[in-house]
């Protein structure tokens, strides 16, 4: 599975971006999605996660009620709304994909777990 992440930019606080990861390959279905971003000088965090059949997203707390994450899976591509931006939301983010046979809720949050990742859009919020 390959993965491409586009829709970066530079935004002021409280204006909107959507990111966008599209997928080769095929069953994209069986693989759980999820967003990480990289902040300069920062470790690699979680943002959010949805299962393979969307039925399940997890968001963490920072951006609860902020971001979407969504799929459509007859596209391959999975998509992260974000809304309400604030300059601590800058940094580079990442699309990661997580077999299905692995422990979805045990291991979403870990980056370390992840089968594949895509290259990373960059994210600028401007104050």
């Known amino acids: 599975v390959q993965l491409q992440a586009f829709g970066g930019g530079l935004v002021q606080t409280g204006g909107y971006l959507t990111l966008s990861c599209a997928a080769s390959?095929?069953?994209?279905?069986?693989?759980?999605m999820s967003w990480f971003r990289q902040a300069p000088g920062k470790e690699r965090e979680f943002v959010a996660t949805?299962?393979?059949?969307?039925?399940?997203?997890y968001y963490e707390d920072s951006v609860k009620g902020r971001f979407t994450i969504s799929r459509d899976n007859a596209k391959n591509t999975v998509y992260l709304q974000m809304n309400s931006l604030k300059p601590e939301d800058t940094a580079v983010y990442y699309c990661?994909?997580?077999?299905?046979?692995?422990?979805?809720?045990?291991?979403?949050?870990?980056?370390?777990?992840?089968?594949?990742w895509g290259q990373g859009t960059l994210v600028t919020v401007s104050s």
């Open positions: 990661a994909a997580l077999r299905r046979d692995k422990d979805y809720s045990g291991n979403y949050y870990y980056p370390d777990k992840y089968d594949y």
């Open positions: 949805i299962s393979g059949n969307g039925d399940s997203t």
């Open positions: 390959g095929r069953a994209f279905s069986g693989y759980a």
